[in-house]
């Protein structure tokens, strides 16, 4: 699943409230963008510390990402009009429980309904990615070349019913013989047990290659069934909650 930097997402019900939307020939605003604030964090991952935040609003459709544009999540849904289906739920959250700083990030697993009687489970999520809705698109990694040791940082989870966390990073470069994408080195870890106050995670990455990657994924999500083959897919808990702060690579 995670070889691939771009990700499709067969997001029907997104196709057919687009359609709509062109058939009535309603042109919505695009986001007027917030300057990002200044990033003051000094960890080795821009924006890990999330203590800052990059406002973004569209009407009366604001959201909110990580500062630094290194670290996305699944808010951009919420900016979405009333007649192509939104607005989404932010399913990331800006909190000031946070193990260190100003603030932490709280991912929140939501539902959404974008048409009466259909309802889809996102969870919450942060990552090296972009959600690109009118191409029904995840675009997963960011540029970077370090050979970490290990991932680090604090969380706090509490799943419903039986929930699990995930928190996995991949490191990958693009083999242009090939033309396809070399896993470089890879943690995967699921988190199945409530954790009520911020607990220190310190991963080892394990590599599979002695070449310098080009491409990170870091994905941070309160429920581990995501999928980014087809977010209609996903499962997990409405309700389970991760908070996490100061993530860094270890070096």
Request: glycine content about 8%; overall charge neutral; charged content about 15%.
């Amino acid at each position: 699943m995670m070889n691939k930097r771009r990700a499709i997402v067969f997001f029907a019900v997104m196709i057919a409230v687009f359609s709509i939307q062109s058939s009535c020939k309603k042109k919505t605003d695009p986001p007027a963008v917030v300057p990002d604030p200044v990033v003051t964090c000094t960890v080795n991952i821009t924006g890990g510390c999330f203590d800052e935040w990059k406002d973004i609003t569209t009407g009366v459709y604001p959201y909110y990402e990580p500062a630094g544009d290194f670290l996305k999540t699944l808010n951009l849904l919420a900016s979405l009009p009333p007649e192509i289906g939104g607005p989404g739920p932010v399913t990331t959250e800006k909190t000031t429980d946070s193990y260190s700083g100003a603030m932490a990030a709280k991912l929140i697993s939501k539902v959404f309904s974008p048409q009466q009687g259909t309802n889809i489970f996102l969870p919450g999520l942060v990552a090296t990615s972009e959600l690109d809705i009118p191409a029904q698109t995840i675009d997963l990694g960011k540029p970077y070349t370090g050979r970490p040791v290990s991932f680090k940082g604090y969380y706090k989870y509490f799943p419903v019913s039986g929930d699990s966390a995930l928190i996995e990073v991949l490191l990958t470069k693009y083999n242009t013989s090939l033309h396809k994408r070399d896993t470089i080195a890879i943690t995967k870890n699921i988190i199945t047990n409530t954790v009520s106050s911020y607990t220190l995670f310190d991963y080892p990455l394990t590599y599979h290659s002695s070449a310098t990657p080009d491409t990170a994924v870091i994905l941070l999500v309160s429920s581990a069934g995501i999928n980014f083959q087809n977010l209609q897919g996903c499962s997990g808990q409405i309700g389970s909650i991760m908070f996490v702060d100061e993530i860094s690579f270890g070096m």
